[in-house]
């Protein structure tokens, strides 16, 4: 029974020492100097949190990233926002993409010339000559395919035209694509959406079609709410070139 009472006691005084020794760090003045800092924790390796049901999740670092399971599903990322759009008008712009342009709008027009040329032969050969002049009826029919020529020139055209605009577009967003993950890997940015800003504002014709051009511009603007410091989008031009 002594040795039960000393034991108490001395476990008395221990407490008595920690608690004084807490409560002279809570009361203690903080000097001018001093810095207030909060409790720091770990460093650990996980952390394993439950509710009241006592359902645990464990959180460790994975990869450099916040995890709580194995897949990489299960890891939290971070996350950039480009728009797109002028960095795509800019690239359009390029001397290399007018170059292609006007390569192909030569030669075009230079075909579209020598049909012209034929056709005005025609006329000068057809215009003295009457239905009843045996050259009518050959020169005439030679006049006919000059102009399904020409409409066939002209669908060719504009097939033309897409296929190089289309194959410019994808160049263009390849090379975009290229800046944005020497960006992101400078800045250490995991994911990066393209989005429309929300200030922006919609550049709709007047016409027919204006209310669907709106509602598409809706649609486009998947962020309604964002912290502007995650709109990467200067740093991107900036490693474009574009200003």
Excluded: C
């Amino acid at each position: 029974m002594k040795q039960f009472f000393t034991s108490q006691f001395t476990l008395s005084i221990a407490m008595v020492i920690v608690a004084g020794y807490i409560g002279s760090v809570l009361v203690s003045p903080v000097g001018a100097d001093d810095a207030i800092q909060a409790p720091k924790l770990g460093p650990a390796s996980s952390l394993t949190l439950e509710n009241e049901s006592a359902e645990a999740v464990v959180v460790q670092v994975t990869e450099k990233r916040l995890a709580w399971g194995d897949s990489p599903q299960k890891r939290v990322y971070s996350a950039g926002y480009v728009h797109i759009g002028k960095a795509l008008s800019e690239l359009l712009q390029g001397d290399s993409f007018i170059e292609e342009n006007q390569v192909l709008q030569d030669e075009l027009q230079e075909m579209q010339q020598s049909l012209l040329e034929a056709f005005q032969s025609v006329q000068e050969r057809i215009k003295d000559l009457t239905p009843e002049d045996s050259e009518f009826e050959a020169i005439s029919k030679e006049g006919q395919g000059l102009l399904k020529q020409r409409e066939m020139l002209i669908q060719q055209a504009n097939a033309a035209k897409a296929t190089l605009g289309a194959e410019q577009v994808e160049r263009a967003y390849r090379e975009l694509v290229d800046a944005i993950n020497v960006v992101a890997d400078r800045l250490e940015i995991d994911m990066v959406h393209r989005f429309i800003p929300t200030d922006d504002p919609f550049e709709i014709q007047p016409g027919p079609g204006a209310f669907q051009a709106a509602m598409l511009q809706i649609r486009l603007r998947s962020v309604l709410r964002y912290p502007e410091d995650l709109d990467i989008t200067s740093d991107v031009l900036e490693e474009l070139g574009i200003e």
